[in-house]
């Protein structure tokens, strides 16, 4: 005896949640495609399209990627990730993509939210290179350069370097 068919807002809302949950499970930067997603939760394409839309009221890859973009967005307001790994982090490997994507979602761009964090969180996003002080060798000071010798133009001189040859021969007179 089967059960009872779930009303079409129900139904949907669960299978949704089992969306949420799937996509969880999976690793952030893991290409997410509707058909695999489908098929592990058991349902057609076209229901797990037509539930996004009902239950979220947008179509299913504008709320895959509203949720990515989301998970950037937390990583970016802790102030510990770049905006570059935050992007990649979440599957957008596109950074000019990402940035617009992301301004238009949240009305400012990665770098913004980023810059917020980090002034809040005075966070230093690399730690300061120890300065190393500059070895200087009074013998290399008092050493002249030779004056190079001025024979045809700098391009016949490169070329000569590069076939081998020497760029200026003395001639015997």
């Given at each position: 005896?089967?059960?009872?068919?779930?009303?079409?807002?129900?139904?949907?809302?669960?299978?949704?949640?089992?969306l949420d949950?799937?996509?969880?499970?999976?690793?952030?930067?893991?290409?997410?495609?509707?058909?695999?997603?489908?098929?592990?939760?058991?349902?057609?394409?076209?229901?797990?399209?037509?539930?996004?839309?009902?239950?979220?009221?947008?179509?299913?890859?504008?709320?895959?990627?509203?949720?990515?973009?989301?998970?950037?967005?937390?990583?970016?307001?802790?102030?510990?990730?770049?905006?570059?790994?935050?992007?990649?982090?979440?599957?957008?490997?596109?950074?000019?993509?990402?940035?617009?994507?992301?301004?238009?979602?949240?009305?400012?761009?990665?770098?913004?939210t980023l810059?917020?964090?980090?002034?809040?969180?005075?966070?230093?996003?690399?730690?300061?290179?120890?300065?190393?002080?500059?070895?200087?060798?009074?013998?290399?000071?008092?050493?002249?350069?030779?004056?190079?010798?001025?024979?045809?133009?700098?391009?016949?001189?490169?070329?000569?370097?590069?076939?081998?040859?020497?760029?200026?021969?003395?001639?015997?007179?």
């Amino acid at each position: 005896m089967r059960a009872a068919p779930l009303p079409s807002r129900n139904r949907h809302s669960s299978i949704i949640a089992e969306l949420d949950e799937l996509v969880s499970a999976l690793p952030p930067s893991r290409p997410l495609y509707s058909k695999e997603l489908a098929q592990q939760i058991g349902t057609s394409v076209r229901t797990l399209q037509s539930a996004s839309l009902s239950a979220r009221g947008m179509s299913l890859h504008s709320y895959l990627r509203l949720k990515r973009l989301s998970e950037a967005r937390l990583q970016l307001s802790t102030g510990a990730f770049s905006v570059k790994s935050a992007a990649l982090a979440n599957g957008f490997w596109h950074l000019g993509d990402f940035s617009r994507v992301y301004r238009s979602t949240f009305g400012e761009m990665p770098s913004q939210t980023l810059a917020r964090a980090r002034a809040v969180n005075i966070l230093p996003f690399r730690a300061p290179r120890e300065s190393k002080p500059k070895v200087v060798l009074v013998s290399s000071l008092s050493r002249q350069r030779k004056p190079r010798p001025l024979c045809g133009s700098r391009q016949r001189s490169l070329m000569a370097r590069r076939i081998g040859r020497r760029h200026c021969q003395e001639t015997s007179g």
